[in-house]
């Protein structure tokens, strides 16, 4: 269960970080510097990111729904806190604010896609929706 959890959560750290970081190595900047000349490159890669944040985010919204999304952003705002409250975080460092808002959002794609397994370790209940899906059960 555990490595199914963190597959699909490394996935969403990918394609979070490959659409946006800190540094010069992702698709907005690149997108940026190469329109002028790769246009049809840049359009095609940024459709296939669309695309894959329209399967992250749907299966998000359909696993947590909203609540879940609001709680789990609850959860990482209060941590945030506790690490400013004890002196661990420097919220004037835009760099590491902006690294730590990319992993929560990788997180809450990384839970959105693991929800039905967790839900279902944690209740034994199988989904209606997941009867046919027999990749995820453990035997």
Do not use: C
Not at 7 to 22: G, K
Not at 74 to 92: F, R
Not at 100 to 111: D, Q, R, W
């Amino acid at each position: 269960m555990l490595k199914k959890m963190l597959i699909r959560w490394a996935a969403a750290l990918i394609l979070v970080f490959t659409t946006y970081n800190p540094t010069s190595l992702n698709y907005v900047r690149w997108a940026l510097e190469s329109y002028t000349t790769n246009l049809s490159v840049v359009i095609l890669l940024g459709l296939i990111l669309f695309v894959a944040y329209v399967v992250f985010v749907r299966a998000t919204l359909q696993s947590i729904g909203r609540i879940g999304i609001g709680l789990v952003l609850t959860v990482i705002a209060v941590l945030l806190w506790v690490l400013y409250d004890k002196g661990l975080l420097d919220p004037a460092n835009g760099t590491i604010m902006t690294w730590i808002g990319l992993i929560a959002l990788s997180f809450i794609l990384g839970l959105g896609l693991s929800w039905s397994i967790i839900r279902r370790r944690i209740s034994g209940q199988l989904d209606v929706r997941d009867s046919d899906d027999h990749d995820d059960v453990d035997h």
